[in-house]
């Protein structure tokens, strides 16, 4: 008798785990799939939008440049670089925003946490390690960010201040402007991408 009511209550127990495992352990593995998935969707909209934004912005650039010439595409971006930059966040229902650690326009100054991201690729870049983009889940917020590398056309603007033409009117515009000293492979910046709900 007794006997049988130890093996009873072994089995219940064995029963309770097998129950109680089975009912948490697709849940916790579905979540983890879910949130993955969400993950690598988010990753592959972030870089479609970053393009986009990329085409768009130095499209607009190049056509200032040819028909004006360095000086008028300064003037040119400067008024409306974020009636793109917005337009686009429209279109795609997010936030997007170029930012840097040695930004030329204020509206770009980075957020904490923009600016703790920017050190990370930095310290890649400085050690070697690929600077690739990412999206970054927190609570509610979901953030895609990618890093902007300096090309030949960059230095134009974001080179040596010695070697940059019109850097009197880059400071005429942008009074506290960062955005120089850049060699072509840099970490310019990021962008940082925001979905909205």
């Given at each position: 008798?007794?006997?049988?009511k130890?093996?009873s ?10 129950i109680?495992g ?8 579905k979540?983890?799939a879910?949130s993955?998935?969400?993950?690598s969707?988010l990753l592959e909209?972030?870089?479609?939008i ?7 912005l130095s499209g607009?650039?190049?056509d ?7 000086e008028?595409?300064?003037?040119y971006c400067?008024?409306?670089a ?9 279109k795609?229902?997010?936030d ?12 770009n100054?980075?957020?904490?946490t923009?600016?703790r ?10 050690s ?11 609570g509610?917020?979901?953030t895609f960010y990618?890093?902007?590398?300096v090309?030949d ?33 840099d970490?310019?910046g990021?962008?940082s ?5």
């Amino acid at each position: 008798m007794k006997g049988m009511k130890i093996f009873s209550i072994g089995l219940l127990a064995i029963g309770f785990l097998l129950i109680w495992g089975c009912k948490t352990e697709p849940k916790s593995t579905k979540v983890n799939a879910d949130s993955n998935l969400e993950t690598s969707q988010l990753l592959e909209t972030g870089k479609e939008i970053a393009s986009a934004t990329f085409l768009a912005l130095s499209g607009e650039l190049q056509d200032a440049m040819k028909s004006g010439g360095v000086e008028h595409a300064l003037t040119y971006c400067n008024l409306k670089a974020i009636d793109i930059t917005d337009s686009l966040s429209s279109k795609y229902n997010v936030d997007i925003k170029r930012t840097s650690l040695k930004f030329r326009n204020i509206d770009n100054t980075p957020t904490p946490t923009e600016e703790r991201i920017l050190k990370q690729l930095e310290n890649k870049q400085k050690s070697g390690k690929p600077l690739l983009p990412e999206v970054v889940l927190n609570g509610y917020s979901k953030t895609f960010y990618a890093p902007i590398i300096v090309q030949d056309m960059c230095l134009k603007c974001h080179g040596q201040k010695e070697d940059i033409a019109n850097y009197n009117k880059i400071k005429e515009l942008y009074p506290n402007d960062l955005a120089v000293g850049y060699k072509q492979g840099d970490l310019r910046g990021m962008w940082s991408i925001s979905f909205r709900d």
